[in-house]
């Protein structure tokens, strides 16, 4: 539990619920840091807060049906707690708004993806009695600061590895994709602004950061590209690993490539979203490359680096993908063979080109097609982290494996590792050989350490 500012009000406590990827996970962290200034302690049982906020995911149907359930559980700790205050933020509050309230009378405020650093005026408010809908979004403006300092002022310990958020929002509108609905247009946060969180981080013990952004490499502020930014933050003392998601295949170029072989601390290791094998699949999913640009760019990857590892993420069942086209993403699968991948069954979003598009597939159409890529990719995982047996690989540790006298950590290529020895703490780098390779990770053995926590 973390501690609250030293103010003399009554302390209360807050529990949050986080829905969906990396930048909610960044931003709720954002909300405790708002709240700590608030006196809110963090709690990590509902029936114990005072506060329960949801911080929601709307990408697809799934994530969003989550939310209307843990609303119905809520709604029953409220009647035996009534003075417990519930509050929904994230994408799904972006879009739906005042719909929540109207749908779930428990709730007493929401706000938008935009709006958490304004919770202590909205709290006010919502303990005056006030319901609350805080979803305006700010000046369309490509450049700002969007993380005010004072919430990574806090020398509190982050932990060996954190996120950064260097931008917010995407332009594409690819035509599946409800980000630039939730998140609005694109806005790069100043270099300056970034570089002295970076530093905030490192000063607390954090060695790997890992760089945000729903389009994270075409980030340009105050002159300062994505690469021109890499190069910044690499010169920071004491951080050993730079990484970063998600990137666009259309902004990932020759000098970013060549970033993977000039700066230490990026690792060799790269995300790139292909979505789909099939290039009409890609036109209509406006993602503007075709197969053979996407293999350009593996090879501009694996050229300078053949052990870099190369993750993705995949949508099967497409409105309209044949058969054929769907033979497409596996083909391209097995031949580019990809160390992991995030595969999803296409979902319909409401105000989104796609859910316009006319042959949506059966679900069980989607589902079967789904089931064939984890086998596919299943197999490919397999060979190719048995392929690691043998090898040398640095691990940077992450804490204690839950099997007793075991640590757990990453290596450069962000494979998760555990090794059968608590002689290393977080923080520790190692170099390791791996002796076995389970179906999600690694197991190797302790060659050498550097304790490298100053
Ligand atoms: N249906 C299925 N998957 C989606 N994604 C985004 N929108 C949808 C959708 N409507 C996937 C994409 C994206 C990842 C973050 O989520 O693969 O890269
Ligand atoms: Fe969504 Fe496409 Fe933007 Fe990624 S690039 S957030 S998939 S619209």
Redesign the pocket.
């Known amino acids: 539990m973390e501690e609250a500012s030293q103010n003399t009000e009554t302390v209360k406590k807050v529990f949050i619920q986080t829905y969906g990827?990396q930048m909610n996970e960044y931003d709720t962290e954002k909300m405790f840091e708002v709240l700590k200034h608030q006196n809110y302690f963090q709690t990590d049982s509902r029936e114990d807060a005072d506060l329960i906020i949801l911080n929601t995911c709307s990408?697809?149907e799934k994530a969003e049906n989550k939310v209307y359930s843990e609303l119905g559980r809520l709604r029953k700790l409220k009647s035996v707690k009534p003075e417990l205050k519930i509050g929904v933020g994230g994408c799904v509050a972006q879009q739906e708004g005042k719909a929540i309230l109207r749908r779930e009378a428990s709730v007493d405020f929401v706000f938008g993806t935009d709006n958490l650093f304004e919770l202590p005026e909205m709290l006010k408010k919502v303990s005056r009695g006030q319901e609350i809908i805080q979803t305006k979004r700010h000046a369309r403006q490509k450049v700002r600061n969007f993380i005010p300092e004072y919430a990574f002022q806090q020398t509190q310990h982050h932990g060996i590895k954190a996120h950064l958020a260097i931008t917010k929002g995407c332009n594409n509108h690819c035509s599946?994709?409800?980000v630039p609905f939730t998140r609005g247009i694109e806005v790069s946060r100043e270099p300056e602004n970034i570089l002295a969180e970076a530093q905030r981080l490192t000063s607390a013990g954090t060695r790997e950061i890992c760089l945000l952004g729903q389009n994270v490499n075409s980030y340009k502020a105050n002159g300062v590209d994505f690469v021109e930014l890499l190069h910044r933050l690499d010169e920071l003392e004491n951080l050993q690993r730079l990484r970063f998601i998600?990137p666009h295949p259309k902004d990932f170029h020759e000098e970013l490539a060549d970033a993977f072989v000039t700066l230490p601390s990026l690792c060799e290791q790269m995300h790139l979203?292909l979505?789909s094998g099939s290039d009409r699949i890609l036109r209509r999913m406006r993602r503007w490359y075709t197969m053979e640009t996407f293999y350009e760019k593996v090879a501009m990857l694996r050229d300078r680096l053949p052990e870099a590892t190369l993750s993705t993420?995949?949508?099967v069942g497409f409105p309209g993908e044949t058969e054929e086209e769907f033979e497409m993403t596996m083909e391209a699968v097995r031949t580019i063979r990809f160390d992991l991948i995030?595969s999803?069954?296409?979902?319909?979003?409401p105000g989104?080109r796609a859910a316009e598009y006319p042959e949506h597939l059966a679900e069980d159409v989607k589902s079967k097609r789904l089931q064939i890529l984890l086998e596919t990719q299943g197999k490919i995982v397999q060979e190719k982290n048995e392929a690691l047996v043998g090898s040398i690989q640095e691990v940077l540790v992450q804490g204690k494996h839950y099997r007793k006298n075991s640590i757990t950590g990453r290596t450069r290529g962000n494979h998760s590792v555990h090794i059968n020895d608590s002689c290393a703490i977080a923080g520790d780098l190692l170099s390791v050989r791996i002796t076995g390779a389970l179906h999600n990770s690694l197991e190797a053995e302790i060659i050498s350490k550097s304790t490298v926590l100053s």
């Open positions: 990827c990408i697809r599946f994709c409800v998600s979203p979505q993420d995949l949508i995030y999803f069954k296409y979902s319909t979003r989104t």
